[in-house]
């Protein structure tokens, strides 16, 4: 009765929403008013995080797009969802607890860009396209078929941490992202007292050493010099996940 009773009004709030935002929006464009069940779920469209639902993603091209909602706790959830040109469309997701399993034992892959084609991991084909799949920490046989081709390459899983694996036409071999675009728990590095999440700010003093970067953001700090990264951290519930890259920087 409260989730229908929530819909109802999350499409008032729509229905404000497209009046306010919409006016002014460029032609061909919309919107995605994005709610879950919880609340409080990383939003990622077409690859890039967009904050926590509920949450209204605006100036958006006609046509499909693909979200996936991502929260401690619970199982990720994903879908495409298509844009009408002047519209907010409203997309609500009851999130299912994910099944307990040992802390630390299991990576999640994320394959990216593969409609058209066919991916296999290990020889068993991913039938569920970019939803999100665990699988044990390792080296793991990635096969790609498309337009009669098929690439062959590799992917490593590290424990409790997404990998992204970008199987798009545009590069001539599909190869897994870099260790840098692979996101992981900070107080998996840092003990939950040297670190403090203020806002979208995320500030860490840990031996000796101070960082500062933003949920959001590809630019930080380490130790007063500022840097550049090629992914943004982001909040999975109440935890910040950073770029391993960045936390392999931090002292052991």
């Known amino acids: 009765m409260g989730w229908k009773l929530g819909s109802k009004l999350g499409a008032l709030c729509v229905a404000v929403i497209a009046a306010a935002c919409l006016g002014d929006a460029a032609p061909g464009h919309g919107a995605i008013y994005v709610t879950s069940l ?18 209204l993603v605006d100036g958006l091209p006609a046509g499909s797009h693909s979200v996936l909602l991502i929260r401690a706790g619970w ?12 519209q907010v469309v409203p997309w609500s997701i009851r999130l299912a607890p994910a099944t307990a399993r040992p802390a630390g034992e299991d990576g999640t892959l994320l394959v990216r860009n593969a409609v058209g084609a066919r991916v296999f991991v290990d020889g068993i084909e991913l039938h569920d396209g970019g939803q999100p799949r ?46 840098g675009n692979q996101l992981a728990p900070l107080d998996a590095y840092v003990p939950s007292g040297d670190f403090v999440v203020n806002g979208s700010d995320i500030i860490v003093h840990y031996k000796g050493v101070e960082l500062q970067c933003a949920v959001g953001s590809l630019t930080y700090v380490f130790n007063g010099k500022a840097g550049s990264l090629s992914v943004a951290p982001v909040m999975v519930g109440n935890r910040p996940f950073l770029p391993v890259v960045l936390l392999e920087r931090l002292p052991k």
């Open 38 to 55: 919880p609340p409080g779920a990383a939003v990622w469209l077409d690859g890039a995080y967009m904050g926590n639902t509920p949450v």
């Open 75 to 86: 199982r990720p959830q994903s879908s495409t969802v298509g844009v009408a040109a002047g």
């Open 134 to 179: 665990d699988l044990r920490p390792g080296v793991h046989i990635m096969t790609v078929e498309r337009n009669n081709r098929k690439t062959i390459t590799t992917v490593q899983i590290f424990p409790q941490t997404l990998t992204a694996f970008d199987v798009s036409e545009r590069a001539a071999v599909p190869i897994a992202e870099p260790v």
